[in-house]
């Protein structure tokens, strides 16, 4: 976020028209809109944008309120991040900036207009003051139960009375089932996703809890309702495109891990096969295959014991991406020792048996992981027969 424009923002707020002592005073004409921006091209943006525009023609004021920011130059900055104790803010940008930063990207900018009266517009418009002042603006984020999109939600139930349709009802999605159509062009993305999701991120989820999607919460603001006189009204009552999306651009086959781990799974046997009719154990191929995946494994252990990602813990991919590999891989090289030969065995076994196992378990394995526990087994296996081989 940028300092100087956000403090003049700032100032022209504190200059409009208000009661002594209370929040500034929107006109007749004034509106808030819930923007729902879609997909770019890069992986943070894969999930779209929620935001929040104030726009008041009496007063000539078209804001927006933004609760995605975050500030890069933060002390420690990716250590917090993957610690899951960033600090993300509210941030005001003028519309027009906003809507010309999108359309350079190609990003498809909706609105819902709400159906708000007059007090709840006001009093929804001096929450976002408040909250975006210096010592309010800071917030502690997390990805699935409070960002841009649940912020907004929380709002409007809170400062305006909105009630959505059904959110405690009990739904078939877990969180992966609801990111996996904002992965489908990124492969490599979504296979990050898939091994950093532990168990919980596997659990059935409330509708209420959709609302971490922006798509999702734009759902939820079409079947939600105010309180009013006459009883209770829809919450939006128009909707208008603001900025076209241009097409991203589709993710080929090859591109993705899938395709490189078959590759790597026939290379594998290929050479595998050639090994042991010339005798050779291949330790370096051994090395540039667990040593990976073992450094995988501490990720995954971190992620689990060391951050405070609650939806990261429980990570049943550690059964695969063994963090012992680390130590073991080195005892099965030449000098072949016979208790990391017999390690090796039981994880070519486990490696094969996890490939159906896994639809006993609270997990899902990504699609591209099947050939990469093929070549675990089958690598595994090797060193095992190897030293077998070698006893006679």
């Not at 667990?290 to 501490?298: H, S």
């Not at 070519?348 to 997990?363: D, K, R, T, W």
């Amino acid at each position: 976020m940028r300092i100087l424009p956000a403090l003049l923002l700032t100032l022209l707020l504190l200059a409009l028209p208000r009661p002594a002592g209370a929040q500034p005073v929107l006109g007749p004409g004034a509106e808030i809109s819930l923007l729902t921006c879609s997909a770019g091209q890069d992986l943070y943006t894969a999930f779209g944008h929620s935001a929040l525009r104030v726009r008041d023609p009496d007063l000539g004021l078209d804001l927006v309120f933004n609760y995605g920011t975050f500030d890069f130059h933060t002390p420690g900055f990716y250590t917090k991040f993957l610690k899951g104790q960033l600090d993300y803010m509210l941030s005001l940008a003028r519309y027009d900036r906003f809507a010309e930063a999108y359309a350079e990207e190609g990003r498809q900018v909706r609105a819902q207009v709400l159906a708000l009266d007059s007090a709840q517009r006001q009093a929804v418009f001096g929450f976002l003051v408040e909250n975006e002042r210096p010592e309010n603006r800071f917030y502690r984020y997390d990805f699935f139960f409070d960002n841009c999109a649940t912020r907004i939600r929380d709002l409007l139930r809170e400062v305006a009375g909105a009630s959505f349709a059904q959110e405690d009802s009990l739904t078939d999605k877990d969180f992966r089932d609801l990111m996996d159509p904002c992965l489908e062009e990124r492969p490599w993305g979504g296979l990050g996703i898939y091994l950093a999701l532990g168990s919980p991120g596997y659990r059935a989820t409330r509708l209420s809890e959709h609302a971490f999607l922006p798509d999702h919460l734009e759902l939820a603001f079409d079947q939600a309702s105010l309180p009013g006189p006459g009883g209770r009204r829809p919450l939006v009552a128009a909707r208008h495109e603001l900025v076209a999306a241009a097409p991203l651009p589709e993710a080929p086959f090859w591109s993705g891990p899938g395709a490189l781990f078959w590759l790597l799974l026939a290379a594998g046997l290929l050479l595998s096969a050639w090994g042991w009719r010339q005798g050779r154990m291949l330790h370096g191929f051994d090395l540039a295959l667990f040593v990976p995946l073992a450094l995988a494994g501490y990720i995954l252990l971190f992620l689990w014991f060391g951050t405070e990602h609650k939806v990261m813990r429980g990570n049943l991919n550690v059964l695969w991406a063994l963090p012992l590999h680390l130590p073991m891989v080195f005892f099965a090289g030449r000098r072949l020792k016979s208790w990391a030969a017999r390690f090796y065995g039981a994880n070519g076994l486990l490696a094969l048996l996890l490939i159906p196992g896994f639809a006993l378990l609270p997990q899902a394995l990504h699609p591209s992981v099947y050939p990469l526990l093929l070549l675990i087994s089958a690598r595994s296996s090797y060193i095992y027969f190897f030293w077998k081989k070698s006893l006679r």
